[in-house]
T-cell receptor, first 118, second 111 residues
């Protein structure tokens, strides 16, 4: 199993350009997440999905859109990149959520995408 | 609102014990977690503790939970250079699948 993979690993954009980050998981997980990591701020949830065809906003959704057309893929789009979106982006997935079951709370992370917007 | 706080940096000598501290705000969190991030990699679950436990030991790792003070700590015994990483504390508010992460503590192990 490859686990959670992210494409690309690095990207440099100019202000106003658009791009899509791809996340793929081969663990048949229902739940998928996009986070951004900024120095001294930990991880902040951008958007998440609880199943194919569904998405929801997280803590910092502005400037991003997402789609989950297939269960194994979760795409993060930036329509018009801004320097404030310079960050490291992590995708994660987790198994079906069962209250009180420890293993269903564990999130599996991809290696990250380092994005710089100039 | 939910908030998880950690100190930013800890430096220890190889062979010593490391203690990383965390405070959280949501008393309804069922589980509390420690994740480890090695350089250039994503986060990996290290250990977790159920909220009705005071302590959990797993080889060199000891997790202590003080629910009254909403304080969580991770002790690493006999710290090795391979333990150098960023350690994140996380809670699951309202016992949901969403996690709230702290800002991370960078552990540096000196030879």
């Amino acid at each position: 199993n490859a686990g959670v993979t992210q494409t690309p690993k690095f990207r440099v954009l100019k202000t106003g350009q658009s791009m899509t980050l791809l996340c793929a998981q081969d663990m048949n997980h229902e739940y998928m997440y996009w986070y951004r990591q900024d120095p001294g701020m930990g991880l902040r949830l951008i958007h998440y999905s609880v199943g194919e065809g569904t998405t929801a906003k997280g803590e910092v959704p502005d400037g991003y859109n997402v789609s989950r057309l297939k269960k194994q893929n979760f795409l993060l789009g930036l329509e018009s990149a801004a320097p404030s979106q310079t960050s490291v982006y992590f995708c994660a997935s987790s198994p079906p959520f069962i209250v009180g079951t420890p293993s269903s709370y564990e999130q599996y992370f991809g290696p990250g995408t380092r994005l710089t917007v100039t | 609102g939910e908030d998880v706080e950690q100190s930013l940096f800890l430096s220890v000598r190889e062979g010593d014990s490391s203690v990383i501290n965390c405070t959280y705000t949501d008393s309804s969190s069922t589980y509390l977690y420690w994740y480890k991030q090695e350089p250039g990699a994503g986060l990996q679950l290290l250990t977790y503790i159920f909220s009705n436990m005071d302590m959990k030991q797993d080889q060199r790792l000891t997790v202590l939970l003080n629910k009254k003070d909403k304080h969580l700590s991770l002790r690493i015994a006999d710290t090795q250079t391979g333990d150098s990483a960023i350690y994140f504390c996380a809670e699951s508010p309202d016992s949901s699948y969403k996690l709230i992460f702290g800002s991370g503590t960078r552990l540096l192990v000196r030879p």
